[in-house]
Each structure stands twice: as structure tokens, then as C-alpha cells.
């Protein structure tokens, strides 16, 4: 079965600073992939996603992932934290194997300092 | 835009209540999920109803039932509550779970607590 793993539970920046937010999958076959945003006490929705094609891919605020097949990773980066950037994270894959199911991440909270 | 509304947004419920928690989009989508979101576990999936007139089991189902009323409406119900399924509850839908190239829209969820 696909997974991914987010690393670091917590991540702190200042603001200004780069944001990068780790994520590996799991998957013996090319994934589809996803980053989504969950503002507090909200529901979460989609960043950027990754499916064929260009393996840098641009989302929404100013974020970007990178799709790097031989790290089997999916890290999502945005060069200059803001405070409205402060939110949970979550990485997703598309579960295979006939049914296209997202499967979640733990979620990583990012923290900007003034 | 309405997309996935859930209600109600919040419940406290007493060790043994039943209780129906009321999900509808209107974005003419064929999938719809519930997943529950609890701290340091990520968002899991309960149940899944892939189109109208299925159902099946996700990851953590047990304690739970489902029902795919129509094609906009997906319910969730705990017959008898217990205290560890206090947790954040969130209703998803997308185009279907059969078409890779899709993204799930999420309503604002249902924060459940059971003493």
C-alpha cells in the first residue's frame, strides 16, 4: 500500500525565512501526489498537486514541490515565510491498486516567528 | 460556493449517545469520504462511498456506519459513542476515486467530544 511520511511534526521559521516542509512516499509504482493547507479550525484544501509531467510544480501563495523520483520524495518549499503562512500541513498520496484514494500524512504545523 | 458542508460544526455527546453526522456537496461529484482527524495521526479514513449506492470500509471503521442517501448527501453515524471517538470529523468529496488526476474538497468539520 502507498504512504507518505512527513518529518518533523513542527517546523519553525521566522518570517522571511525559507519554508521547507519534508515528505516521502512509499510506492513501487510513479504516485500521485498533493499538498493541502489547513488553516485553524478549517478544513483542508489543496495546495498543489503532483500527477505526470514537469516535476516542479507551483501551487497557490507563492509554495512549490518538488517531485524527485530517486529520493522518492515530494518536499514542499516557499522561499519567504509569511505569518498567514502559520497553518497545518498535510502531504497526501493516491492510494493505487484500482481505487484512487487520498491517504494523509500526519501533518506537519508550521510556526512563523515575527 | 457552498462545496462540502457538514453539520453540526461542533457536539458533545455522553459515553453511549447516538448520534448522525450530516454531509452534502454539490459539486456533482461520484466519491465521498469520512476521515477523522486526531493529533499527531494525520486525517484517517473511516468510510468511503466510491459512488452512489456503495459503501466500503476505510481504515478505522469499527464503531461506525455510513449511509450514501443520494448522490450529494454521505452520513455518518456512531450508534453508541465512545470516549476515543472524541476527534475532529471531516467530510470529503472528489470527482471519483477511479480518476487519479483528482483532488478532494474537504468541508470544515465536525469537532466531537464524548465524555
Known amino acids: 500500500a502507498q504512504s507518505v511520511t512527513q518529518l518533523g511534526s513542527h517546523v519553525s521559521v521566522s518570517e522571511g525565512a525559507l519554508v521547507l516542509l519534508r515528505c516521502n512516499y512509499s510506492s513501487s509504482v510513479p504516485p500521485y501526489l498533493f499538498w493541502y493547507v489547513q488553516y485553524p479550525n478549517q478544513g483542508l484544501q489543496l495546495l498543489l498537486k503532483y500527477t505526470t509531467g514537469a516535476t516542479l510544480v507551483k501551487g497557490i501563495n507563492g509554495f512549490e514541490a518538488e517531485f524527485k523520483k530517486s529520493e522518492t520524495s515530494f518536499h514542499l518549499t516557499k522561499p519567504s515565510a509569511h505569518m498567514s503562512d502559520a497553518a497545518e500541513y498535510f502531504c497526501?498520496?493516491?492510494?493505487?491498486?484500482?481505487?484512487?484514494?487520498?491517504?494523509f500524512g500526519r501533518g506537519t504545523s508550521l510556526i512563523v516567528h515575527p | 460556493n457552498a462545496g462540502v458542508t457538514q453539520t453540526p460544526k461542533f457536539q458533545v455527546l455522553k459515553t453511549g449517545q447516538s448520534m448522525t453526522l450530516q454531509c452534502a456537496q454539490d459539486?456533482?461529484?461520484?466519491?465521498m469520504y469520512w476521515y477523522r482527524q486526531d493529533p499527531g495521526m494525520g486525517l484517517r479514513l473511516i468510510y468511503y462511498?466510491?459512488?452512489?449506492?456503495?459503501?466500503d470500509k476505510g481504515e478505522v471503521p469499527n464503531g461506525y456506519n455510513v449511509s450514501r442517501l443520494n448522490k450529494r448527501e454521505f452520513s455518518l453515524r456512531l450508534e453508541s459513542a465512545a470516549p476515543s471517538q472524541t476527534s475532529v470529523y471531516f467530510c470529503?468529496?472528489?470527482?471519483?476515486?477511479?480518476?487519479?488526476?483528482?483532488?478532494?474538497?474537504f468541508g470544515q468539520g465536525t469537532r466531537l467530544t464524548v465524555v
Open positions: 459539486m456533482n461529484h461520484n466519491s
Open positions: 470529503a468529496s472528489s470527482e471519483g476515486i477511479h480518476s487519479p488526476n483528482t483532488e478532494a474538497f
Open positions: 462511498s466510491a459512488s452512489e449506492g456503495t459503501t
Open positions: 497526501a498520496v493516491i492510494r493505487s491498486g484500482g481505487s484512487y484514494i487520498p491517504t
